[in-house]
């Protein structure tokens, strides 16, 4: 008898740690590497509809990125993501990107976000965390380029390459055309 409650208490306590053990988070990390996720933020209204264009683009040009648009609840939780480098591309108005690049307004006083540029459309920036391979960043800003036709607004390649913050990966691409 004794031993038959003292297996149900060990059975009880190991519930909480085997639940862990098929937590979905695990799974999510490797969604986000097989996936190149467009992320932008929900209060960047006019990010949501060209994420979905610019992820249509991308999978034409380059289907092995299986692009995805991604979004945070607001801006805040966007800054927190890109900070902790959870997210390497995104697309944001130019202000936002500004913002989180040189902790400026609502992020004042927090620390620096250096995200670099891949390609500008209009008032939106398509950026990538710094350290992302040269290479990957390339064949990225290759497929945009193979995609300005369903692209509204995209800016000409000769004003992007002009982008002091502009990724080394896409800055090769840009100006091998």
């Known amino acids: 008898m004794l031993s038959r409650r003292l297996l149900i208490l060990i ?6 740690v085997l639940a862990l053990a098929h937590s979905p988070w695990g799974q999510y990390q490797v969604y986000r590497q097989k996936h190149l996720l467009v992320f ?3 209060d960047d209204l006019q990010s949501y509809p060209y994420s979905k264009k610019l992820v249509e683009a991308l999978n ?3 289907p092995e990125s299986k692009a995805r648009p991604a979004r945070a609840i607001n801006l805040e939780r966007a800054y927190n993501l890109l900070r902790t480098n959870q997210f390497q591309f995104a697309l944001l108005s130019k202000t936002n990107v500004e913002m989180m690049r040189n902790a ?12 670099k540029t891949i390609y500008e459309f209009g008032d939106l920036e ?17 497929g945009v380029l193979e995609s300005l036709e369903s692209l509204p607004e995209a800016k000409p390649t000769e004003e992007v390459i002009a982008n002091n913050m502009l990724h080394a990966g896409a800055r090769k691409a840009l100006t091998a055309n």
């Open 40 to 42: 932008r933020s929900r």
């Open 11 to 16: 059975l009880l306590a190991l519930c909480p």
């Open 126 to 142: 398509f950026v990538v965390q710094p350290d992302f391979p040269e290479d990957l960043v390339a064949v990225v800003a290759h």
């Open 104 to 115: 400026s307004d609502q992020f004042q006083g927090k620390n620096k976000v250096d995200l």
């Open 60 to 62: 034409r040009s380059v």
